[in-house]
Every structure is written in structure tokens, then in C-alpha cells.
């Protein structure tokens, strides 16, 4: 990190891991100097080699292990690696997911390169969903083992439109979430605040359903529209239309951050 400027207005630089550290850094440094006017010039660091992965590669939050933070197979393509410490590497993958993995790498290849949409069918979206219903639900899990609410989307997503999206629900909700409940239609993203299940949890509109990965029941689940939606204290959505727009933005990048998407903006309301 880098200060310039003078003792009433201060530009910080430097980099940072993702977008949701710019407020902490700029609050430290704000604190340090309470009469100057701090402004942010911060980026999210990019530009590491990428390695293939051989086998199913659990990532968490700190080098030393702590909570999981997705699950990633040789299929989901290569991941760059942006540092090393305590014998793990800090990666990064195609949604723009950056954490840490003890597993080994394999060799250095060529940066990936998303597609473009491979359908705009809502209902393939909701079919990919489905295959997971009975699935066991864990925080974290991204896969057929176990899975999260954030992560059936992703997969689902992935599978079916070949759209990479975001990892957690705050980021998908960062997407465009609209007031209310969804319009007609299947593939829209709907989030539900309710007790029992996680903060702004997200299910996959179907016709006269939802698709999601339970807390509560922990396990996926297909739940009539009207028990999905019974006693919430709140509403959002994101329309299908806005993940097939990400898709467009993104293809042709290496990753979400590197087409510009910006994440961990978006916090719990």
C-alpha cells in the first residue's frame, strides 16, 4: 500500500485481495488521519501464472485451513495462483473465488477463456438444478457430496448455460437484485430473508417452485412456491436475463474480475 497526497487530501494505492477490503483499508487509514480527505485507488490484484488442478481441490479461507470455501474439480479448469504461505497456495478460479489449498497443482498452462451462453432456455437452468435435489447441504460444498445454496446456483449455472457466476449469495445478489418477489417465468434468482435458513438465501425459480439447498432441512430441495415463500420477512430477485448478460460480459475473459465484475461489494442488509 501506497499513501500520496498531503496533509487534507490522501490517495491510497496498492492492491487488494477483493473489492470488499477497500472499505477497511481506507477506514485504517482514515483513523490515522482523521483532518485528510481519503480517496481509494486500490485494485484487486491480478495476474498470477494458472496451474490445471489434478484432483478435486477443497479451497479455505486461510492458509492454515479454516472454513471451506468451495470445492473445485479438474473440470472447473485451472486456477491462477496469486501467492504461497505456510505450504498452501492463494488461488484464484474462473468465477473470481480466491482462497487457499494445500492439495498440489498440476503443470502451468494458458489462462482459461470463458464462453459465451451456450443457451438462453431458463428451463435447462432449472434442470441442472434439479439434479441435485437430495443432495446433502454443508456450508461450502459445491458438488454432488454436499452443497450450498450459492453453490447449486453456481453449478447449475455452469452446467447449463455455461455461465460462471459468483460463489456467495452476496455477490449474486450484487448482480441486479430487484425489489419483490420474481416475474413470471422460470431461472430467476430469488432471495428470501427467513429464519431457518442462511442470511439472503437464494433458490432457482421453477414453474410453481423453487429449487434450493436447505439449512433448515439440509438437504436440496424443490419447494411449492407458496411453502418457499411462507412467513419471509423480505423479497429480492434477480431476473435470468441478468446472468445471461454476465455470461456475454464475461466471455472471452480469463475470470469475473478480469471482465471487470467487481465482487465483495455487496453486504448483509
Given at each position: 500500500?501506497?499513501l500520496?497526497?498531503?496533509?487534507?487530501?490522501?490517495?491510497?494505492?496498492?492492491t487488494?485481495?477483493?473489492?470488499?477490503?477497500?472499505?477497511?483499508?481506507?477506514?485504517l487509514?482514515?483513523?490515522?488521519l482523521?483532518?485528510?480527505?481519503v480517496?481509494?485507488a486500490?485494485?484487486?490484484?491480478?495476474?498470477?501464472?494458472?496451474?490445471?488442478?489434478?484432483?478435486?481441490?477443497?479451497?479455505?479461507?486461510?492458509?492454515?485451513?479454516?472454513?471451506?470455501?468451495?470445492?473445485?474439480?479438474?473440470?472447473d479448469?485451472?486456477?491462477?495462483?496469486?501467492?504461497?504461505?505456510?505450504g498452501?497456495?492463494?488461488?484464484r478460479d474462473?468465477?473470481?473465488?480466491a482462497a487457499?489449498?494445500?492439495?498440489?497443482?498440476?503443470?502451468q498452462?494458458?489462462p482459461?477463456?470463458?464462453?459465451?451462453?451456450?443457451?438462453?432456455?431458463?428451463?435447462?437452468f432449472?434442470?441442472a438444478?434439479?439434479?441435485?435435489?437430495?443432495?446433502?447441504y454443508a456450508l461450502?460444498?459445491?458438488?454432488?457430496e454436499?452443497?450450498?445454496?450459492?453453490?447449486?446456483?453456481?453449478?447449475?449455472?455452469?452446467?447449463?448455460?455455461?455461465?460462471a457466476?459468483?460463489?456467495n449469495?452476496?455477490?449474486?445478489?450484487?448482480?441486479?437484485?430487484?425489489?419483490g418477489?420474481?416475474?413470471?417465468g422460470?431461472?430467476?434468482?430469488?432471495?428470501?430473508?427467513?429464519t431457518?435458513e442462511?442470511?439472503?438465501?437464494?433458490?432457482i425459480v421453477?414453474?410453481e417452485?423453487?429449487?434450493?439447498?436447505?439449512?433448515?432441512?439440509r438437504?436440496?430441495v424443490?419447494d411449492?412456491?407458496?411453502?418457499?415463500?411462507?412467513?419471509v420477512?423480505?423479497?429480492?430477485h434477480?431476473p435470468?436475463?441478468?446472468?445471461l448478460a454476465?455470461?456475454?460480459?464475461?466471455a472471452?475473459?480469463?475470470?469475473?474480475?478480469?471482465?471487470?465484475?467487481?465482487?465483495?461489494?455487496?453486504r448483509?442488509?
Amino acid at each position: 500500500m501506497e499513501l500520496r497526497g498531503d496533509e487534507d487530501r490522501v490517495q491510497v494505492h496498492g492492491t487488494v485481495l477483493v473489492d470488499r477490503l477497500r472499505g477497511p483499508v481506507l477506514d485504517l487509514v482514515a483513523a490515522a488521519l482523521p483532518s485528510a480527505v481519503v480517496t481509494d485507488a486500490l485494485e484487486v490484484v491480478q495476474g498470477g501464472p494458472w496451474h490445471a488442478l489434478e484432483s478435486i481441490t477443497p479451497v479455505h479461507a486461510t492458509a492454515a485451513g479454516g472454513a471451506r470455501v468451495t470445492v473445485l474439480h479438474p473440470e472447473d479448469g485451472p486456477v491462477e495462483v496469486l501467492g504461497h504461505a505456510s505450504g498452501a497456495c492463494l488461488v484464484r478460479d474462473r468465477c473470481g473465488t480466491a482462497a487457499w489449498t494445500s492439495a498440489c497443482l498440476g503443470a502451468q498452462v494458458e489462462p482459461p477463456v470463458l464462453p459465451p451462453p451456450s443457451t438462453d432456455d431458463p428451463q435447462a437452468f432449472v434442470d441442472a438444478a434439479r439434479q441435485f435435489v437430495g443432495t446433502p447441504y454443508a456450508l461450502g460444498g459445491t458438488d454432488r457430496e454436499v452443497i450450498d445454496c450459492s453453490g447449486l446456483v453456481q453449478r447449475a449455472a455452469w452446467s447449463a448455460l455455461r455461465v460462471a457466476v459468483p460463489r456467495n449469495t452476496g455477490d449474486l445478489w450484487g448482480l441486479g437484485a430487484q425489489p419483490g418477489p420474481p416475474p413470471a417465468g422460470a431461472g430467476h434468482l430469488v432471495f428470501v430473508w427467513t429464519t431457518g435458513e442462511s442470511l439472503r438465501h437464494v433458490g432457482i425459480v421453477a414453474p410453481e417452485a423453487v429449487v434450493h439447498a436447505s439449512l433448515s432441512r439440509r438437504v436440496v430441495v424443490s419447494d411449492p412456491a407458496q411453502r418457499f415463500f411462507a412467513s419471509v420477512a423480505r423479497v429480492e430477485h434477480v431476473p435470468f436475463a441478468a446472468l445471461l448478460a454476465l455470461g456475454r460480459r464475461c466471455a472471452g475473459h480469463a475470470n469475473l474480475l478480469a471482465a471487470g465484475v467487481r465482487l465483495g461489494q455487496a453486504r448483509p442488509a
